[in-house]
């Protein structure tokens, strides 16, 4: 693994220009929100040495390197999801990747289904913490030493100043912004309506199939991280509506210019 990792890295750094001190992935829909990066380069995951290239509706699979708001950024257009058939360490592979390269910030977008009913389709909602249902973990086997320890602590995986930040930009930007927890399953399939009434049960607040994995690398990289994620669908165990991937995908699609602009409002007030 550290081999291969290595290699990413040395191929990546012979082309990029600055020093990227943010990492981006976006998911499902949320394709803008790299739109506004000035690009030094763009690349397939195809051409990236050891990269796993992306299946999923939604996601282009390319990374892109280049300065947004000022700050020099690495994104990644598109992620691997377990349901793909990945490996919880496949799936963060690009995010070892990158913090070699020398990140020290992780931003996160994804899509997902609101469980607290007072959300509504097209909503944001910054995580606050999360619960991990996926029943796998991306630090299992041997501890890649150079990155972290072995038991990392989770105390506060998601930066507190950045949530105080992005409220504040949001309320400026007359952006309405959820806090909640985000549990992890894996899917494909979507939850049954006692699934539904379980997660909210143990406190979550909106539920994808995405974004823990990478989170818990990201913590174990040392990493500050943020996560904002687009609620697309609103699961209610007492009246559950069929929830389609078209439907995800098209609402996604709406709030991406909104998560696009706070993004970038955070982007440009980062503290150094
Ligand atoms: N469940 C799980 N993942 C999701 C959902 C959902 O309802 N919506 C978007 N991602």
């Not at 799936?91 to 009913?117: E, K, Q």
């Not at 507190?160 to 930040?165: G, V, W």
């Not at 974004?211 to 991280?225: D, M």
């Not at 697309?232 to 609402?251: G, L």
């Amino acid at each position: 693994m550290l081999k291969e990792i290595q290699a990413a890295t040395d191929f990546l750094s012979s082309k990029i220009k600055g020093s990227p001190e943010i990492g981006m992935i976006t998911g499902t829909g949320l394709g803008n929100l790299t739109e506004k990066i000035e690009v030094d380069f763009r690349l397939p995951y195809k051409e990236i040495p050891h990269f796993p290239t992306s299946t999923t509706l939604g996601h282009k699979g390319t990374l892109v390197s280049g300065k947004l708001a000022n700050r020099s950024v690495m994104a990644m257009e598109g992620r691997f999801h377990i349901y793909e058939g990945y490996t919880p360490q496949n799936i963060t592979f690009p995010i070892r990747v990158m913090s070699n390269i020398g990140i020290s910030r992780l931003f996160i977008s994804s899509a997902a289904g609101g469980l607290d009913p007072q959300f509504r389709p097209g909503d944001l909602m910054i995580v606050t913490d999360h619960i991990n249902l996926t029943g796998t973990n991306p630090l299992i086997g041997h501890n890649l030493e150079q990155f972290g320890p072995r038991f990392p602590d989770m105390l506060e995986v998601y930066d507190r100043d950045l949530i105080a930040l992005a409220g504040k930009k949001a309320l400026k930007a007359g952006i309405e912004l959820r806090h909640g927890v985000y549990v992890g399953i894996t899917g494909p399939s979507l939850e049954t309506p006692a699934e539904t009434r379980f997660l909210r049960m143990i406190g979550a607040d909106a539920v994808g199939m995405s974004t823990v994995s990478e989170v818990i690398a990201g913590v174990h990289c040392g990493l500050k991280i943020t996560v904002i994620v687009a609620i697309t669908n609103v699961n209610n165990p007492d009246c559950m509506e069929k929830t389609s991937i078209e439907e995800v995908v098209a609402t996604a699609n709406t709030a991406g210019p909104k998560l696009a602009d706070l993004w970038e409002r955070i982007i440009g007030d980062l503290p150094e």
